[in-house]
């Protein structure tokens, strides 16, 4: 049951280009999507969220999209950097019973190149 | 800065034997979280643990997984008879009160052989 998709495994971007990482759910019980990174050996690292009640988070470099009837985000990273190389979460969390239950996608590898 | 702790780094274990996976929280965090990520997968939830009892558990977390806060700081996974498929790596990840963000560990390579 996959209620948190990103279909695209791995993307290469050029350094000072954007980034644009992808991410469809099914479950419109989600009330926040978060964006975590990943580097290997290490654990996934918090990134930005958006509220299911707006459409649009700027952080920095990363801004998040959310098209709520299209059961849509995305992370634009802007302007990419090698150091931004890593793998890239999306996550979206339901709240059950007053608990947070949070449900990862499968991740999209990205490769920023010098 | 305050981290999550999780040890060891590496396990490697015989099938059909009981291993525990250890996690220290942050010290003021409330809600505590095994997730897993077998390779090549995505990470996938196991459970969540809340003033000293299971809050949410997924369908992976059967009776053979079992976890405890046995004292002030520890958090720890039990697997009491690995299987060759438990092999994976098992990330904690804890949570402040009212917060939204989970703050996860570096995670801990189970090998199943």
């Known amino acids: 049951d996959q209620q948190v998709k990103q279909n695209s495994p791995s993307l290469s971007v050029q350094e000072g280009r954007i980034s644009i990482l992808n991410c469809d759910y099914t479950?419109?019980?989600?009330?926040?999507f978060l964006w975590y990174k990943k580097y290997p050996a290490e654990g996934p690292t918090f990134l930005i969220s958006?509220?299911?009640?707006?459409d649009k988070n700027e952080d920095g470099r990363f801004t998040v999209f959310l098209n709520k009837s299209a059961k849509h985000l995305s992370l634009h990273i802007v302007p990419s950097q090698p150091g931004d190389s890593a793998v890239y979460f999306c996550?979206?969390?339901?709240?059950?019973?007053?608990?947070?239950?949070?449900?990862f996608g499968t991740g999209t590898k990205l490769q920023v190149i010098p | 800065e305050p981290e999550v702790t999780q040890t060891p780094s590496h396990q490697v274990t015989q099938m059909g034997q009981e291993v525990i996976l250890r996690c220290v929280p942050i010290?003021?965090?409330?809600?505590f979280y095994w997730y897993r990520q077998i390779l090549g997968q995505k990470v996938e939830f196991l459970v969540s643990?809340?003033?000293?009892?299971?809050?949410?558990k997924s369908e992976i977390f059967d009776d053979q997984f079992s976890v405890e806060r046995p004292d002030g700081s520890n958090f720890t996974l039990k697997i009491r008879s690995t299987k060759l498929e438990d092999s994976a790596m098992y990330f904690c990840?804890?949570?402040?009160?009212?917060?939204?963000?989970?703050?996860f560990g570096p995670g801990t390579r189970l090998t199943v052989l």
């Open positions: 479950n419109s019980m989600f009330d926040y």
């Open positions: 643990f809340y003033n000293n009892e299971i809050s949410e």
């Open positions: 958006i509220s299911s009640i707006k």
């Open positions: 996550a979206a969390r339901r709240l059950s019973g007053g608990y947070q239950k949070v449900t």
């Open positions: 990840a804890s949570r402040p009160s009212g917060g939204l963000e989970q703050f």
């Open positions: 010290s003021n965090h409330l809600y």
